[in-house]
């Protein structure tokens, strides 16, 4: 049953989008994102809205309304206000129309939808920068029940630094989106572990020991490079992590970024297939990218409960898949930066950045890659990440990859 479920996995994957459709359309999560005169916002929903109206309001109030939709209290509170955005405040009305105000500090020039496909409405506002809006203008207030009175408008988030003494100061430096959003925790994950051994390589060289060593030196190295930074493992001996707790330990310590270390293999030993490569979680668009993918979904063949996975619905599947789609542009990113410090280190050749229906990265709620640091059935590879120096030399590529994604990363948060 746990092999049949693994390819289903994948076909459910590749035809996540299609089957979303079908259904209500169920909002995921609102992003605000300002770039001087012009905003985007981007719903993140399971399916297609078919009706979408955008009105210009008073008072710097952009206006979406979408009909026959659903949405929770999470997805309807996930935006945060940035510089330039005094609140952004959404609704249901009369059962199954989403209204949301966003309401900034200048007035709204023209709004205009940008996009509209099966996972997202895209929304372009764009100001008037020589029109702005009095502080003492007030937004739409928030639905209340009746004989209840409004709530009041919270504060704009600070972005300066706080006084030295002033709690409430410090308090609101601290929730400001740069605060929240800032690099300071990164999981790394070692592959496999206690009784799943993962591959076998030549020379009777363990997966699991690989991963291990590696990451561990990967994490010594994000140190000295990231000073402040907090770097964690998933498993710091031989233990066996089930593939679902491995995402809940990253979301659990507040991860910013989720890193799982494998190692290659092909049924053969000698093999010629060599080569360090990244994967982002999507539908495989390759039989070599499905094949490491079901390699590596295998051990959960070895977890005690394993219905947790056949009872994955559609629906779930769908979920998930669309979770992770909101971190899409920073996963490939963060792949792609590892990727060019490995191949500059000019130890293995370069097998580029694939996309795969790993389950390990399904449960991360940040951006994640999974990396396969080389092939341990190839002789060359075997030995190299057998070796201390092998493994440290990939570390270092690694954690330096890592340093030059943080660094675009951080550039984008303060932009914002």
């Given at each position: 049953?746990?092999?049949?479920?693994?390819?289903l996995?994948?076909?459910?994957l590749?035809t996540?989008?299609?089957?979303?459709q079908?259904?209500?359309?169920?909002?995921?999560?609102?992003?605000v994102?300002?770039?001087?005169?012009?905003?985007?916002?981007?719903?993140?929903?399971?399916?297609r809205?078919?009706?979408?109206?955008?009105?210009?309001?008073?008072?710097?109030?952009?206006?979406?309304?979408?009909?026959?939709?659903?949405a929770?209290?999470?997805?309807?509170?996930?935006?945060?206000?940035?510089?330039g955005?005094?609140?952004?405040?959404?609704?249901?009305?009369?059962?199954?129309v989403?209204?949301?105000?966003?309401?900034f500090t200048?007035?709204v020039?023209?709004?205009?939808?940008?996009q509209r496909?099966?996972?997202?409405?895209?929304v372009?506002?764009k100001l008037?920068?020589?029109?702005?809006?009095?502080?003492?203008?007030t937004?739409?207030?928030?639905?209340?029940?009746?004989?209840?009175?409004?709530?009041k408008?919270?504060?704009?988030p600070r972005?300066?630094?706080?006084?030295?003494?002033?709690?409430a100061?410090?308090?609101?430096?601290?929730?400001s989106?740069?605060?929240?959003?800032?690099?300071?925790?990164?999981?790394?994950?070692?592959?496999?572990?206690?009784?799943?051994?993962?591959?076998l390589?030549?020379g009777?060289?363990?997966?699991?020991?690989?991963t291990?060593?590696t990451s561990k030196k990967?994490?010594?190295?994000?140190?000295?490079?990231?000073?402040?930074?907090?770097?964690?493992?998933?498993?710091?001996d031989d233990?066996?992590?089930?593939?679902?707790q491995?995402?809940?330990?990253?979301?659990?310590?507040?991860?910013?970024?989720?890193?799982?270390?494998?190692?290659?293999?092909?049924?053969?030993?000698?093999?010629?297939?060599?080569?360090?490569?990244?994967?982002?979680?999507?539908?495989?668009r390759?039989?070599?990218?499905?094949?490491?993918?079901?390699?590596?979904?295998?051990?959960?063949?070895?977890?005690?409960?394993q219905?947790?996975y056949?009872?994955?619905?559609?629906?779930?599947?769908?979920?998930?898949?669309?979770?992770q789609?909101?971190f899409?542009?920073f996963?490939?990113?963060?792949?792609?930066?590892?990727?060019e410090?490995?191949?500059t280190?000019?130890?293995?050749?370069?097998r580029?950045v694939h996309q795969?229906g790993?389950?390990?990265?399904?449960?991360a709620?940040?951006?994640s890659?999974?990396?396969?640091?080389?092939?341990?059935?190839?002789?060359?590879?075997a030995e190299?990440?057998?070796?201390k120096?092998g493994q440290?030399?990939?570390?270092?590529?690694?954690a330096?990859?890592?340093?030059?994604?943080?660094?675009e990363?951080?550039?984008?948060?303060?932009e914002?």
């Open positions: 049953m746990p092999t049949l479920w693994l390819t996995f994948l076909l459910i590749s996540a989008a299609a089957a979303a079908s259904a209500v359309p169920q909002l995921r999560d609102i992003t994102a300002p770039s001087g005169a012009k905003t985007t916002i981007t719903f993140l929903f399971t399916g809205v078919k009706t979408v109206v955008v009105e210009p309001k008073a008072n710097g109030v952009a206006q979406v309304r979408m009909k026959s939709v659903k929770d209290s999470k997805a309807l509170n996930s935006p945060l206000a940035k510089p955005v005094r609140s952004v405040r959404a609704h249901i009305e009369r059962t199954d989403l209204v949301t105000n966003v309401t200048q007035n020039a023209s709004m205009t939808v940008a496909d099966s996972v997202s409405v895209v372009v506002v008037s920068p020589d029109s702005p809006v009095s502080a003492a203008a937004s739409p207030a928030k639905p209340t029940k009746k004989g209840t009175t409004p709530k408008e919270p504060a704009e972005t300066t630094s706080p006084k030295a003494g002033n709690s100061d410090a308090t609101a430096d601290a929730t989106p740069r605060k929240r959003w800032a690099l300071n925790t990164i999981i790394i994950d070692p592959g496999h572990g206690g009784k799943d051994p993962g591959a390589g030549i009777d060289i363990q997966e699991k020991d690989v291990l060593a990967i994490r010594e190295e994000l140190k000295k490079l990231m000073p402040g930074v907090k770097v964690l493992l998933t498993r710091e233990t066996f992590v089930e593939l679902y491995r995402g809940k330990i990253a979301n659990k310590a507040g991860g910013k970024l989720f890193v799982s270390i494998h190692c290659n293999s092909m049924p053969e030993k000698p093999h010629p297939a060599s080569g360090f490569e990244c994967y982002i979680i999507r539908p495989g390759s039989t070599d990218a499905t094949r490491v993918a079901l390699r590596e979904n295998s051990v959960i063949q070895l977890e005690y409960d219905e947790k056949a009872g994955m619905t559609t629906e779930t599947t769908i979920m998930a898949a669309m979770a789609s909101a899409a542009r996963s490939e990113t963060l792949a792609q930066r590892i990727r410090s490995v191949r280190a000019d130890i293995l050749p370069d580029g795969a790993f389950l390990v990265l399904v449960g709620s940040m951006p890659v999974l990396v396969e640091l080389g092939y341990l059935s190839n002789e060359h590879d190299l990440l057998g070796s120096t440290r030399t990939l570390a270092r590529s690694v330096k990859g890592i340093k030059r994604y943080a660094q990363y951080e550039a984008i948060i303060r914002e």
